[in-house]
């Protein structure tokens, strides 16, 4: 029943019709009105009226074209329209209810029948708002449903909610209408029908009226399987029989079930023996494998506690770790002896786990076991086969490494020694083969077992293989315990054992090596050992020996660096440098030495003296003598296509020139090198190279001068410095070694050892050169002495090849040498260069003894020291009347009293005093020196004397 008037529009375009109309409804409604088409389009866009009667015949817009329009726009089209005409064919008529009119009134007007009509259809609005509002509710409660619904027609999915398409996880519903619901289910439902056949079936059922519940397996959009609970009710709808289809998803529910099921049915028959307790450890649930296992029945077993089932092995602390880990994780896991109800004792495996509730309340504990006694008892066997020898039940190699290893650790905790000792038994293969391998056995097991006790105890003695067996004494506080031992294993090896009717002799050879002495992991301790066994046979058997640990420790460096070296070779790793060799007089670089190094990966660059001394009587020595004399020649070639010809010295070991294949060897190389003259190569030999085959050694060195290559004799002084060699070795040059050179300004013998080897040059003819040049003042002693050509620091290190033909076109000598390019050598000068190297050397001895290194100074009185000495009598008898002389004894004496002084200082502990005063000193003495150099050039000038020492050669006179 409507509560509220209905408002209604009147169009017509006679005022008059309109007046008729609303007298006639105005008491029941409100009225509007309207004189044209326009007018009234206006108005309904204004307030849309619940009804329009609408005149057909009007000017300009007609009624039918009003009409049009109103159902044309979305917001008027529900409007009833009722037509007003005169005209009441059946035509017009027509054309009006096409257009969406509800009814016609013809003109003129039944009062009675216009109130009907309007009444009637406002009504029937009424009622159709009504019904399409159920209907919006309906389907508002179809679609929000939260239960999957299907409306089924005709056996297929017409309709179904959104519900149904989530939970089949499809994003709407488009892809589910128009399909029968074995297309969204597997093949075959649980009981094994066709899903095809048995959805067909029951829909069939339910739309002849008999409702239909069942389970129903349907495919998820994913291909997961979902179950569901299905109810099948008969409907209708829109006047159309259909079956409701509703259901609910219970996967979980099954699944849960399921796994009840699976749960109980494993707790039934599960291979594991299963106890179940409450919070306090009462037992309320054991399977039938506890009982088969433990021999107590389900009735026996409620309400005890598992300590019934406790053996006594485990400790009590054992438990307290158990149940600790079982409040605190959850869950332990372990083995543990327990016994049967027959008394029996057995193994099991047990996991024992805590069931707690959402509050984390440990309600039950679990705890499944599984019988391994028959698993132990063969792990025990297995062990003994692995860790035992079957013949002589003594630990084999792998329990004898384990021994070794516990053993090591607790020498090094109780800072106590052990012994590692080999042991091989002498004469056991000659019985073996003589009587057989059973007798051998039985020998094997009768000598194993004295020795076994012949030890100590917390001793192993294993057997590695044949014959051969290791014994490990440990906690060792002397060596004469391991003596002892030992000498008790060897009798026990010896005595003789009886075998049937032969009596078999036998003893053993041992090796021994002491930990932590010998500081090797257990395997080498075992090898070492081995070793010494071995120089214990050669030695006679029936003994020990000691292995010699620095002796192995020195021939494993050896090897390990011959076979660096031999790498370094193969990677090209040595490299030559190249050290000038001058005249200090005229500044000509006459040569060079290639001096070898090895550009270390790790270290550097290393000096020869790094790794030349480890290969001198070895083949790599020669293979590094070979490859310097070819990257020598080949220096030399590059040279000479620079536009830069000096000669090449290299040094070459004994071992290499006493190589029979030395000279073809050199043949070959210079044939390589064919555009290098001989004459620029020069090879250095020690003159101890010499001794072994002075003649074969002479032979060599004059087959190649006939070549053309020269010798020098190197570090000449420092051997014998026979004057045979110098006879019989046909070297070009002597190279005076550098330790003479580096002490003669401050060294008289050394000084005197200098003018001796330019003696013998000069009476044998032979060039010189000295070595070790480091100052200045060395090169201008040497000259004094007519030593003109040198090497050393104070020339030049050695360098790259690079590097040396800029060196060689820079390079200038120091005026104080140039300066004797117009002098020549006189020895009337000697006594006095002789004098001032005795001032050196007595000024080196007082600072000797100023820094301790030195217990008694060396003659104080001024006098009395051989400088000295040679003032108050050679210098003065020379040259007391050149100027100059006079000032020598008053410097002197001073220099003498400052250096009493400074040993008072060091006498009163005063020693850092002292010792600055050494600067003083030195200067006194620089100040002495420069009179002495004065004076030597006046001593030039005089006459030779008629008594002086014999004469000095120098390179110009030998050259």
């Not at 300009?60 to 044309?72: I, P, Q, S, Y």
């Not at 519940?213 to 569901?228: K, S, T």
């Amino acid at each position: 029943m409507m509560t509220t008037r209905a408002n209604l529009l009147l169009v017509d375009d006679i005022p008059a019709n309109i007046q008729i109309l609303a007298g006639a409804l105005d008491q029941d409604y409100d009225i509007r009105f309207a004189t044209s088409g326009p007018q009234a389009l206006e108005l309904i866009a204004q307030a849309a009226p619940n009804l329009i009667l609408l005149d057909v015949m009007m000017p300009g817009m007609d009624g039918f074209e009003v009409c049009r329009r109103l159902k044309a726009n979305p917001a008027s089209q529900d409007i009833p329209v009722i037509f007003v005409t005169a005209k009441g064919d059946f035509l017009d008529q027509k054309e009006g209810f096409e257009l969406g009119a509800v009814d016609y009134i013809v003109k003129p007007f039944d009062i009675e029948i216009v109130r009907v009509r309007v009444r009637t259809q406002l009504r029937l609005k009424h009622f159709e708002a009504e019904l399409r509002a159920s209907e919006i509710r309906l389907r508002a409660i179809f679609e929000h449903a939260p239960e999957p619904m299907w409306i089924l027609t005709n056996g297929k999915h017409s309709d179904c909610n959104l519900a149904a398409a989530r939970m089949l996880g499809y994003p709407d519903r488009s892809a589910l209408l128009g399909l029968e619901p074995a297309a969204l289910s597997p093949a075959l439902q649980p009981d094994g029908e066709a899903s095809g056949s048995k959805a067909m079936r029951l829909i069939g059922l339910a739309a002849a009226g008999e409702s239909q519940r069942f389970e129903w397996v349907y495919l998820r959009a994913d291909g997961d399987e979902l179950i569901a609970a299905v109810s099948l009710q008969p409907v209708t709808l829109n006047d159309q029989p259909v079956v409701l289809c509703t259901w609910h998803d219970i996967t979980q529910r099954k699944r849960a079930e399921n796994e009840l099921k699976l749960a109980a049915s494993v707790f039934s028959n599960a291979r594991e023996g299963i106890l179940i307790t409450d919070a306090l450890g009462t037992i309320v649930d054991v399977n039938e494998t506890f009982t088969r296992i433990t021999g107590y029945s389900r009735e026996e077993a409620l309400g005890q506690n598992p300590r019934m089932l406790q053996s006594g092995r485990q400790s009590a602390e054992y438990y307290a770790v158990m149940w600790q880990a079982l409040q605190i994780k959850g869950h332990w896991y372990g083995e543990v002896w327990n016994r049967r109800k027959s008394g029996e004792v057995y193994a099991e495996m047990l996991n024992i786990s805590a069931v707690r509730d959402d509050n984390g309340q440990t309600r039950h504990y679990v705890a499944l076991f599984t019988d391994i006694t028959a698993l132990k008892n063969h792990q025990q066997q297995l062990e003994h086969i692995a860790h035992y020898d079957a013949l002589t039940n003594l630990p084999n190699r792998v329990l004898l490494a384990d021994r070794l290893q516990q053993a090591m650790a607790q020498s090094q905790r109780r800072g106590k020694q052990l012994a590692v000792a080999y042991l091989d038994l002498d004469g056991f293969k000659a019985i073996n083969d003589h009587y057989g391998h059973d007798i051998g056995d039985e020998l094997l097991i009768t000598v194993s077992h004295r020795m076994n006790a012949a030890l100590r105890d917390g001793d192993t003695l294993a057997r590695i293989g044949g014959d051969e067996f290791v014994a490990v004494l440990a906690d060792l506080d002397r060596p004469e315990n391991t003596e002892l031992v030992l000498s008790r294993l060897l009798l026990a090896a010896a005595d003789p054992v009886t075998v049937g009717q032969a009596v078999l002799r036998i003893s053993a050879s041992i090796g021994v090596t002491i930990y932590p002495h010998d500081g090797s992991d257990p395997d080498q301790l075992i090898r070492h050992a081995d070793q010494a066994m071995y120089l214990a046979k050669q030695a006679g058997k029936n003994r020990y020996h000691l292995f010699d640990v620095e002796k192995d420790m020195a021939v494993k460096n050896q090897r390990e660096s011959l076979e660096h070296i031999r790498n370094a070779i193969g990677r090209n790793e040595f490299v030559l440098h190249y050290q000038p060799k001058v005249n200090m007089k005229t500044g000509e670089v006459i040569g060079a030495e290639a001096l070898i190094r090895w550009q270390h990966p790790e270290r550097g660059l290393l000096p020869p003296a790094a790794f030349l001394p480890m290969v001198e009587d070895h083949q790599l020595g020669v293979e590094i003598g070979e490859w310097v004399l070819d990257t020598a020649l080949s220096q030399l070639d590059t040279w000479r296509v620079s536009g830069l010809e000096i000669p090449i010295s290299i040094n070459i070991a004994a071992r290499h020139l006493q190589q029979a294949n030395f000279v073809s060897h050199l043949r070959l190389s210079l044939a390589a090198h064919a555009e290098v003259e001989p004459r620029l190569l020069e090879l250095e030999v020690l003159e101890t190279s010499a001794l072994e085959d002075m003649a074969g050694v002479s032979t060599i060195m004059r087959t190649c001068r006939e070549i053309g290559v020269r010798f020098a004799l190197d570090d000449f002084g420092t051997g014998y410095s026979s004057l045979t060699y110098l006879k019989r070795l046909p070297a070009d040059v002597l190279k005076i070694d550098q330790s003479f050179i580096h002490d003669m300004l401050d060294d008289p013998d050394d000084l005197a050892i200098v003018e001796g080897v330019l003696g013998l040059a000069l009476a044998f003819r032979r060039q010189v050169i000295a070595e070790g040049v480091e100052s200045v003042a060395h090169g201008e002693l040497l000259l004094q002495l007519g030593c003109d050509h040198a090497q050393g620091f104070g020339i030049a290190r050695p360098m790259p090849a690079t590097e040396l033909p800029d060196w060689v076109t820079t390079w200038h000598p120091h005026p104080a040498w140039t300066c004797w390019r117009d002098r020549g050598v006189n020895r009337n000068t000697l006594p006095l260069l002789f004098a001032e190297v005795e001032h050196r050397a007595w000024v080196k001895n007082i600072e000797s003894c100023l820094k301790g290194e030195r217990e008694m100074p060396p003659p104080m009185d001024a006098h009395q020291c051989r400088f000295g000495a040679w003032h108050d009598h050679d210098g003065l008898a020379r040259l007391g009347e050149l100027p100059g002389f006079q000032a020598i004894d008053p410097l002197h004496q001073q220099i003498h009293a400052l250096a009493a002084e400074l040993l008072s200082l060091f006498q009163q502990g005063r020693q850092a005093e002292a010792l600055l005063g050494c600067a003083e000193l030195h200067t006194q003495t620089d100040a002495l020196v420069a009179i002495l150099r004065g004076l030597t050039r006046l001593d030039a000038a005089l006459p030779t004397p008629h008594t002086h020492s014999p004469p000095v050669s120098s390179s110009s006179q030998n050259a």
